[in-house]
C-alpha cells in the first residue's frame, strides 16, 4: 500500500493540499470527449450566447473532479475518497485565449484520528468567487 | 410544466452492464487532472494492491449517465432537459472502481420538491458489479427551472 498521512500530526482547520488548476477550451473539449458529455455551451461560444450564459462554461463535473485531485495526493491513493459531495454554485467561465485558473484549498472539517478518517473540506474558486458549496470529501486512510 | 411529483419513488430497471476499460480510466484521468500513477499505470496500481488501474472519485458519473439518460428521455416526467440545472452532485463508495468492473447502474427517484417556480429531482443511482455487489451510489440533484 502506498503510505498515509498521520492523522495524529494534523489538526481540524489545518490546509492540507492546494492546487491550481489552468482549463482552456482544450481542457473542456478533453473533458467532454472522456465523459461523453458533449452539451455545446462547453464549447461553443454562439450557443453558450443564445441561451444566456456570460460565456463558455467549464462542466460542473469537471470542476468537480479536478477539485478532489489534491485531496487524492495528500491521501496517497484515489481509493482512499470513500465519500465526495459538492453543490454546484456558480460557474466557471473559461475564456478563449486566456481561459481560467481554478484554485482549490483542502482543509480539515473533522478528523477520527482512531478510526484514520478525515473530512476534507474544500474550498474552489475561479476569478476571486468561489465556484462550489459544500464540498467535501471523506478519507478512509485504513484502506 | 412543472416536474410530475408522482415520478418520486419510481425505480427504472438496472441499465446494460457498462465495462470500465483500462484505456478509459487513464482518457478520464488526464481529463480530470488526475496525476497519480494509480489512475494511470497498472503496475502501480498492483503495487498498491489494486487489480488495475483506479478510476477517479468522479469516473463514477459516466455510469450514472445511463441511468439519468432513462429518466430525462421517460415521457410524462415533466422534466424538460433544456431547463436542467446541475444542482449538487454526491458519491458514496463502498469500494474505488477499477478497469475491468463490470457496472450496472439502477436509477431511483429519491425526491421531487418544489421551490417556487422551479422543481428539484434528487436522482439516486445505485452502481453495482457483475457479482451484484455494491461499488457506490451516485445522487443528483438536478433542478427543473420553471417560467418566472
Given amino acids: 500500500m502506498t503510505q498515509a498521512p498521520d492523522l495524529s500530526s494534523v489538526s481540524v482547520g489545518d490546509v492540507v493540499a492546494e492546487a491550481t488548476f489552468p482549463l482552456t477550451r482544450d481542457s473542456l473539449v478533453r473533458y467532454a470527449g472522456a465523459s461523453g458529455d458533449f452539451n455545446p455551451i462547453h464549447y461553443r461560444d454562439d450557443v453558450a450566447a443564445s441561451v444566456g450564459l456570460p460565456g463558455v462554461l467549464a462542466h460542473g463535473m469537471l470542476t468537480m473532479g479536478l477539485a478532489v485531485q489534491p485531496v487524492v495526493a495528500w491521501a496517497g491513493d484515489p ?12 460557474p466557471v467561465v473559461v475564456d478563449p485565449e486566456t481561459g481560467a485558473l481554478v484554485t482549490v484549498v483542502a482543509k480539515v472539517g473533522q478528523l477520527d484520528a482512531d478510526a484514520r478518517t478525515a473530512r476534507i473540506d474544500l474550498t474552489a474558486s475561479a476569478a476571486g468567487q468561489t465556484v462550489l458549496g459544500k464540498a467535501q470529501a471523506q478519507v478512509d486512510l485504513a484502506r | 410544466m412543472a416536474v410530475n411529483p408522482e415520478i418520486q419513488g419510481r425505480v427504472f430497471p438496472p441499465t446494460a452492464p457498462y465495462l470500465v476499460g483500462r484505456e478509459k480510466v487513464r482518457e478520464f484521468s488526464r481529463a480530470v487532472f488526475a496525476t497519480d500513477p494509480i489512475n494511470l499505470d497498472a503496475e502501480a496500481a498492483r503495487a498498491a494492491g489494486h487489480a488495475d488501474v483506479v478510476a477517479p472519485p468522479t469516473f463514477a458519473v459516466v455510469v450514472q449517465e445511463a441511468a439519468l439518460a432513462q429518466l430525462l428521455a421517460e415521457p410524462g416526467t415533466g422534466i424538460d432537459f433544456s431547463r436542467v440545472v446541475h444542482g ?15 457496472l450496472t447502474a439502477t436509477l431511483t427517484v429519491a425526491a421531487v420538491k418544489s421551490l417556487g417556480a422551479h422543481s428539484m429531482v434528487t436522482a439516486q443511482t445505485s452502481i453495482v458489479d457483475s457479482e451484484g455487489a455494491h461499488v457506490v451510489t451516485a445522487t443528483s440533484t438536478l433542478v427543473v427551472r420553471g417560467d418566472e
Avoid: N
Wanted: proline residues 0%.
Fill in chain 2, 88 to 102: 449538487d452532485q454526491r458519491f458514496s463508495f463502498t469500494r474505488a472502481i477499477v478497469a475491468g468492473d463490470e
Fill in chain 1, 79 to 90: 481509493a482512499r475518497v470513500v465519500d465526495y459531495q459538492v453543490r454546484f454554485t456558480r
